[in-house]
């Protein structure tokens, strides 16, 4: 069998020592397991929904939301989350979120 014989490379080397650009607050979210015991100690402070009063069932009855958004630089701690309820309802044959949560998130997209 013969030998192959291999050309040099002709391009140049690109360096790997770029800039990376610092990440922002509202791309450090909180994921998995933290996430989940967040939720727990949230919820075990004040079981019922910020907005509405409702007790709210762990853990499907509820989403966490920061009181200030981590986008208006609000921090990603405990102390800026809230448990506001969460429900479903059919509109047209979609399911559709309903309860506080969706009412606030729509809110804050106005802003």
Not at 47 to 62: I, S, T, V
Not at 86 to 98: H, L, M, P, Q, Y
Request: glycine share 6%.
């Amino acid at each position: 069998m013969a030998r192959l014989t291999t050309i040099k490379p002709r391009v140049q080397m690109a360096q790997a020592s770029r800039i990376q650009p610092l990440p922002i607050v509202a791309d450090m979210r909180i994921t998995g397991r933290k996430l989940q015991e967040r939720r727990l100690r949230v919820w075990s402070k004040d079981p019922c929904c910020a907005m509405c009063r409702k007790l709210c069932a762990f853990p499907e009855g509820f989403e966490l939301d920061h009181k200030v958004p981590l986008y208006l630089g609000g921090a990603d701690t405990d102390e800026n989350c809230q448990v506001l309820c969460v429900g479903f309802a059919t509109i047209e044959g979609k399911r559709v979120k309903t309860g506080c949560h969706a009412q606030k998130t729509s809110e804050d997209a106005l802003q």
